[in-house]
């Protein structure tokens, strides 16, 4: 008599989230701002490329073990990397976060699950809004973030992976406002899309936000190459 065991081994997502020093991404930014103060240039649009590398470990603030995440900007990918500024991650075992200027985003949580939600802005107490200068005191950053899919098709120029998880952080939106904002992480190579929607108009008769915007942005970030240096 032989008794055999089965090992079973439980995926808790970690790899959608890589930390490894030395790996980067590089990514195609395109935003769209609109600001009726100035009716000359109501609505100007701009486009560049950001590179993030993670670096060198240390030890932040609260005692955790981070990694240093480097970004550089160019307005064209045969020119030379501007260094922009550094943020930093924390990732353990029940999630992953990261210190944009000093704000700290609690961006997953494992195990990666559809359905899975939490406050990934909680320790947002400026008000300020993600990936920009602007503030809005007005608008309510207690966002519910929620894994929506898991292992999903994901295809931008040379990035194809079937292993993409999308995270919904807000859907606001009414006839006077739009808050929009949702991620995309692919195993092993990290976020890989962002799109993030703060606008305001006065909406009638099913008209766009894109045409009748009078004042926030539009931001759209890409994934285009990653590797290791």
């Given amino acids: 008599c032989k008794k055999e065991t089965e090992t079973v081994t439980f995926d808790f997502g970690y790899n959608y989230f890589p930390d490894d020093s030395g790996t980067y991404v590089i ?13 000359l240039n109501l609505k100007r649009t701009s486009s560049h490329y950001l590179k993030e590398i993670i670096t060198e470990q240390f030890i932040d603030n609260l005692g955790r073990r981070a990694k240093k995440v480097e970004r550089f900007v160019t307005d064209s990918l045969n020119h030379s990397w501007v260094p ?6 924390v990732k353990n075992t029940t999630n992953a976060e990261r210190v944009e200027d000093n704000i700290r985003y609690i961006k997953v949580t494992f195990p990666v699950s559809v359905g899975n939600i939490w406050r990934g802005n909680k320790y947002n107490e400026l008000n300020h809004f993600p990936y920009t200068d602007l503030k809005f005191t007005a608008t309510n950053f207690d966002w519910n973030y929620e894994v929506k899919q898991v292992n999903q098709n994901y295809t931008f120029g040379s990035i194809i992976t079937d292993s993409t998880m999308t995270v919904l952080q807000v859907n606001d939106s009414s006839n006077v406002q739009k808050v929009y904002s949702v991620e995309k992480y692919a195993k092993n190579i990290g976020m890989v899309y962002k799109e993030l929607w703060r606008l305001d108009a006065q909406l009638v008769n099913n008209q766009t936000y894109e045409n009748n915007a009078v004042f926030g942005f539009i931001l759209k970030q890409y994934a285009v190459e990653y590797g290791r240096e």
């Fill in 84 to 89: 922009h500024n550094v943020w930093y991650i």
């Fill in 27 to 39: 990514y195609k930014v395109d935003s769209v701002l609109y600001n009726n103060f100035d009716p």
